[in-house]
């Protein structure tokens, strides 16, 4: 994978009746997307993590089949806004909702519907006339029963925000378990346009590779550590250049990077005693990106305080946001 694919010709319809499209999977934070992105696509796209709001850019996942071919958009959570980066994220998701064909909403079977939900179910109501899936996520974390309450409950959700004709549809999924992923993702190509293939076969995702790694370093540093970090994290991969002199097959490339957080405090989380845990996350992060770049590589990780940055304009603009 490279920047370069974008540029590859598109392919051809592979028969009559192919649909392709883009679907975004919304709902609050934590409520399981990332993971079934990661499910539908067949290989990691989006970072997971047990803390909420870890997801910051948009992630687009490609699933390819023989009659049809998604392009996934995952989404920062949608969620009240106590920043001014909370504010940016909510505006990336209208964005995106405004732009996509098929909308999954994603509500988790552990968890029983609350204002949060109807606020985003209330977003996605106004939207415009584009199908709304309900997806009812996490259904390996509770027992049969508890799964039926909730379906039975999110479709009363549909009906009252959306009117008689509720949800386009319901689907109850477990990622985790693979149970229903290739089901809804039938589901979701049903409301796709007939089209031909958007992306080349084979291809993952459209995100550049520099994002990838940031990602992959981002859920690294959020391994079990405390519940202020994630809002206060921010990844810059400064560069990522081939090592001089490295014989054709044997290549190495540096991957110099920034986390930034808001306090020294934090800084002493990520760096950990004797800087024990940086190299944790170094040898986390590692693995993952040697996987997405397909080559061995030299990771150079500095940690940096940018004081109080998700309430500074400028601060934001520089870390990308």
């Not at 409520?31 to 290989?43: E, I, P």
């Not at 106590?82 to 968890?111: M, Q, S």
Request: aromatic share 4%.
């Amino acid at each position: 994978m490279s920047k370069s694919n974008k540029k590859l010709a598109m392919p051809a319809p592979k028969d009559d009746g192919f649909r392709a499209g883009f679907a975004v999977l919304a709902g609050r934070p934590n409520a399981g997307k990332s993971t079934l992105t990661n499910a539908l696509v067949g290989q990691k796209v989006a970072i997971t993590s047990a803390k909420p709001q870890t997801t910051r850019h948009t992630i687009r996942g490609l699933v390819h089949r023989d009659s049809y071919q998604l392009v996934l958009v995952d989404t920062p959570g949608l969620h009240r806004p106590r920043t001014l980066l909370g504010k940016r994220l909510n505006d990336l998701v209208a964005d995106t909702l405004a732009e996509v064909d098929v909308i999954g909403f994603c509500l988790p079977a552990n968890e029983k519907i609350g204002p949060g939900d109807r606020f985003i179910a209330q977003q996605l109501s106004q939207v415009g006339k584009k199908p709304v899936i309900a997806i009812v996520t996490k259904t390996d974390t509770v027992d049969r029963q508890a799964v039926t309450d909730q379906l039975i409950a999110v479709d009363r959700l549909g009906r009252e925000i959306f009117g008689e004709s509720g949800f386009a549809a319901v689907v109850p999924v477990s990622a985790v378990e693979d149970f229903q992923v290739e089901t809804l993702a039938g589901v979701i190509a049903s409301f796709m346009p007939l089209s031909p293939a958007l992306y080349p076969d084979g291809h993952l995702t459209d995100e550049p590779e520099a994002v990838m790694v940031a990602e992959l370093i981002r859920e690294a540093a959020l391994e079990g550590v405390r519940d202020e970090l994630p809002h206060s994290l921010a990844v810059v991969v400064e560069e990522i250049l081939p090592r001089e002199g490295r014989p054709e097959d044997n290549p190495l490339l540096d991957v110099r990077v920034n986390l930034y957080v808001e306090r020294p405090s934090q800084k002493a989380i990520i760096i950990g005693k004797g800087g024990a845990r940086l190299r944790d996350v170094g040898t986390t992060a590692r693995k993952g990106i040697e996987a997405l770049l397909g080559t061995k590589i030299y990771l150079d990780l500095h940690v940096k305080v940018a004081k109080d940055w998700q309430r500074d304009p400028k601060q934001l603009v520089k870390l990308g946001f």
